[in-house]
């Protein structure tokens, strides 16, 4: 009996580790700052076809200024208003170096780019402002409508629903 309580917490504890490990975003958290400076770059040079030369020059800005982020954050744990002030002021050096690498066009990119992600991510925190009007989300399909299409479409390339 006791062995049985035993299994089925270490169970319980498996999957919830695996759970989180699993959710999407989540290793940014754990990442060192050379780390996430690496995956910002290779996202950039993905989106914004960067030349070699550019990338490796966008990486040493990005660990540099993901250094001093690092540092900002653990000098102001705690002060939200301190931290978003020099986080404001480390974004906006690195935005200048970024632009002397980029070309116009490629910062243009960058900038829709980055307006995306902060869309995705969504509004958040105690200073979080309201969707303006036009920018609403569409609503979730209640009845799982998309999948059954999904599944659909499947079957009409495959008619005798072989799979």
Known sequence: MKYTH?????????LSVSALEAQPGG?????????RAE??????????ALSDAQAAKVLE???????????????NE?????MRTQM????????QELQTVLT??????WLTAREEMRERRGNWGPNAQPTPPGKDKPAPDPKGKNKRDRKNRNRDANPNGNR
Request: proline content about 2%; hydrophobic content about 40%.
């Open 6 to 14: 035993i299994a089925s917490f270490a169970a319980a504890l498996w």
């Open 27 to 35: 290793e940014g958290r754990w990442m060192n700052p050379e780390q």
């Open 39 to 48: 995956q910002q770059t290779a996202m950039m040079k993905e989106r914004l």
């Open 61 to 75: 800005i990005n660990v540099k200024y993901a250094l001093q982020m690092q540092d900002a954050r653990q000098k």
């Open 78 to 82: 705690g002060d939200w208003e301190a």
């Open 88 to 95: 404001t002021t480390i974004r906006q050096a690195q935005d």
């Open 104 to 109: 116009q066009e490629q910062w243009q990119q």
